[in-house]
């Protein structure tokens, strides 16, 4: 019986999205595949990985294994906060009924999370903040890095920092509403592309959060060495 009830509220829907009750005037359905799009943005993100790991190799001071893939992650982190965030965060409204490629990547993932097709308030806020504040800073950080900048570090917490926060938010405010804007427990669209896909972005800002924290530190740590002290007592 509640198979049943499960197939009858597909059907009567005219979108793919969670919960089926859901209105969502003039959506048009996809006309690109969903593996076209993820070859779209797996194929970019992997242009920058390679680019921006082969630059990391000859430009600048040498750097680490582990500092180099951190700037892999910066630059794929400014590719989708700027170029992909940026686009819903200017065009949220006209998403359900575009057939723009980055609306229709949007109109892919919403299968995950429906709020992205309805504007949500919390969604356009957050990501907005993202494209616009997270992504240059996030190119930024790259080019403090090569270019060894005083600054680096402080780039990488900021930022870091944001991420950890904007996608706690972001899990948390669907927490409080039971998972309703995906088909919770779908393999693909509620563990990959709702969990996995935005985990990263608690998982790695953590690590980057600590990192930046013990190289701050030991900056500030020798600062006041050298001081000595005599100048430490009139350091604020």
């Not at 793919?16 to 993820?38: F, H, K, T, V």
Request: hydrophobic residues 45%; charged residues 15%.
């Amino acid at each position: 019986m509640k198979d049943g009830l499960h197939e009858t509220a597909m059907e009567s829907a005219d979108h793919p999205y969670w919960p089926r009750s859901l209105s969502i005037p003039g959506y048009r359905p996809n006309d690109r595949s969903m593996a076209e799009i993820l070859t779209f943005l797996f194929s970019v993100s992997g242009a920058l990985l390679l680019g921006t790991w082969l630059l990391s190799g000859w430009a600048g001071p040498r750097l680490g294994t582990g500092r180099r893939l951190v700037l892999c992650w910066f630059s794929v982190c400014g590719f989708i906060h700027g170029v992909i965030e940026g686009w819903f965060s200017l065009f949220h409204l006209q998403i359900p009924a575009d057939q723009h490629f980055l609306s229709q990547l949007w109109k892919e993932y919403s299968k995950g999370d429906s709020r992205y097709v309805i504007s949500d308030n919390f969604t356009v806020c957050m990501e907005t903040i993202t494209a616009w504040a997270w992504g240059p800073l996030s190119v930024w950080t790259v080019y403090a890095f090569l270019q060894h900048k005083h600054y680096r570090f402080v780039l990488q917490l900021i930022v870091s920092l944001g991420q950890l926060y904007g996608d706690v938010l972001y899990f948390y405010t669907e927490y409080r509403e039971g998972f309703t804007h995906s088909e919770k427990g779908h393999p693909l669209y509620f563990w990959f592309y709702f969990v996995f896909m935005n985990a990263l972005w608690i998982v790695i800002p953590a690590l980057l959060i600590v990192d930046a924290w013990h190289h701050l530190v030991a900056a500030q740590s020798h600062a006041d060495k050298s001081n000595g002290p005599r100048q430490r007592n009139h350091i604020d």
